[in-house]
Each structure stands twice: as structure tokens, then as C-alpha cells.
């Protein structure tokens, strides 16, 4: 029982709830934290929805998402996480094309999230790269607007309005069986909008 309590309490010096804190590095994404957002694509023809919950005490966020239409759910998934050695939040987004990407997050002065350097993978090894600004609007409210790398230019891809929920929403699909390419944009950038 003693070497358990002075376990907890070493961890609990080492490593503090991240959650919990004004002054966490995670703090600027804490208001998705709990809930759900959704915003409509195509007019209405597809749902984007996002939650976001707090892993292992407050030390990671995790936003597991679903693009539902008439097409196979399309499915994706983002851990955030601070990494002490490069003093960010960095984050890593898989989906259900098998694809992967890795960027990082920067806060402007004026509390812009800005998602950069998200270097999309798909299975078929293609990489494309993606950067991505979150501002919030109104409460209950946040927009996302993605840009794509082309060369040695930057051009719009898209800009989505996400709303809270009033429901939590089930996220579990029948996954997408598509090619190895995301969604137009897809990739941790885009807060992984499909």
C-alpha cells in the first residue's frame, strides 16, 4: 500500500493534470473538451462530427470524428499532446483510409489555433501538407479554415463552421474502404474534417 501512495505522489509531482490549469499548454483547446461539434458539408449532404475528450488525467485530448453521408462512414482520430522536449502541443491524427499525419500547434496573440506543418501520409505513401486555423465566433461555436500546400504556394481549401452538439452522437462507423487518398484535405489540419 505505501509503495503505491509514493508511486501516485511521484507521479503526481512529475507529471501534474495538464486539464486542470490556466497556464496548461492544452488550455486553448479545453473548450472542445467534453463535447461535440458538427458542422454540415456539400450543402448538407454529409455531417462532419468531432468529440473531444481528456485522456490520462488531463495530459492528452483525443478527438474522434465521423463523416457521415451516403457514402461508407469516414473515421479519424487525433490525440494532442504537450511535448516537453520541443515545448509544443503536437498531434497525431489517424483514419480509416489507413493515412496518418503529424503537426503542431501554435496559439496567435490574438488566440487563433493555428494547426501547422500537418504532413498528411496516405497507405499509398502520397504526402500532402496542410495548415489549419481555428477561430471562435460566438460560444458554442468554432471555424476552421484549411489551406493546402501546392509547390511554393498556399491555396484555400475550405472553411467549415462547427457547432456543439446538443447530443452526443454514436461514432462508430462502417468504416471507408476508399482509395489510399484522403478526403479533399483530409489530415489533421483540417481538424480532421473529412
Request: aromatic fraction near 10%; include cysteine; charge should be negative.
Amino acid at each position: 500500500m505505501r509503495v503505491t501512495t509514493t508511486v501516485a505522489a511521484l507521479a503526481a509531482l512529475l507529471c501534474p493534470t495538464l486539464a486542470g490549469a490556466a497556464d496548461s499548454p492544452l488550455a486553448p483547446l479545453a473548450f472542445l473538451a467534453g463535447h461535440c461539434w458538427t458542422t454540415d458539408i456539400d450543402g448538407g449532404r454529409e455531417t462532419d462530427t468531432h468529440c473531444y475528450e481528456w485522456m490520462h488525467g488531463g495530459q492528452q485530448l483525443r478527438d474522434r470524428h465521423v463523416v457521415r453521408g451516403d457514402k461508407p462512414d469516414y473515421l479519424g482520430e487525433t490525440v494532442y499532446a504537450w511535448n516537453g522536449e520541443r515545448k509544443r502541443v503536437e498531434f497525431r491524427y489517424w483514419n480509416s483510409l489507413g493515412g496518418q499525419s503529424d503537426g503542431y500547434l501554435e496559439v496567435a496573440a490574438d488566440g487563433t489555433l493555428k494547426f501547422l506543418d500537418d504532413r498528411y501520409v496516405g497507405p499509398d505513401g502520397v504526402a500532402y501538407v496542410f495548415a489549419s486555423e481555428m477561430t471562435r465566433p460566438a460560444e458554442g461555436e468554432y471555424r476552421i479554415l484549411t489551406r493546402y500546400r501546392e509547390g511554393d504556394a498556399w491555396k484555400d481549401m475550405w472553411t467549415r463552421h462547427f457547432r456543439r452538439a446538443a447530443a452526443v452522437p454514436a461514432l462508430t462507423g462502417s468504416g471507408h474502404t476508399g482509395g489510399g487518398q484522403p478526403p479533399p484535405g483530409g489530415g489533421a489540419a483540417t481538424m480532421h474534417s473529412g
